[in-house]
């Protein structure tokens, strides 16, 4: 794409340079400096402009919405476990914000309050599930779709 773009460029010049007189002769090496040393300066006055507008990306560890007492709250090490039945596998992995945790079942582990408040919420989810499945059981019109 550049070798076209310079192939481009030097045919204009050269349509140029044959529609100029002599004396007219432009030198686009200078011109093309000069316009660079312009378009820099324009840019740079143009990122001065903005220097108060632009806020900081929200990071890792401030979340938008969240002050540094509710992310301190959020991060603080809760005592949690995960209980293991027959079929279960031997860890529970939880992912938050693509970190992953991987919680070892039918033991105490200490894990950040977030991860904890997610497994909570998982499991009243699963246990509400099931709660559905056994209230209705026995009715199949439940389970049809029309």
């Not at 773009?5 to 050269?14: D, G, L, R, S, Y």
């Not at 340079?17 to 143009?46: C, G, M, P, S, Y």
């Not at 079942?105 to 894990?111: A, C, D, E, Q, S």
């Amino acid at each position: 794409m550049a070798a076209k773009n310079e192939v481009a460029k030097n045919a204009v010049e050269t349509e140029v340079e044959k529609t100029l007189n002599e004396e007219e002769k432009v030198d686009f090496a200078k011109l093309r400096a000069e316009l660079k040393a312009e378009l820099k300066a324009e840019i740079a006055a143009e990122m001065e402009s903005y220097k108060g507008e632009v806020s900081e990306p929200a990071t890792s560890k401030v979340q938008m919405g969240e002050s540094k007492e509710e992310l301190e709250y959020l991060n603080e090490k809760v005592e949690v476990l995960i209980p293991r039945g027959p079929t279960d596998p031997a860890t529970y992995t939880v992912t938050h914000n693509g970190t992953s945790y991987q919680i070892k079942r039918g033991v105490k582990v200490m894990i950040p309050r977030k991860v904890k408040n997610i497994i909570d919420r998982s499991m009243a989810q699963q246990a509400a599930a099931m709660d559905f499945e056994d209230a209705n059981a026995f009715d199949p019109s439940v389970f049809e779709t029309k």
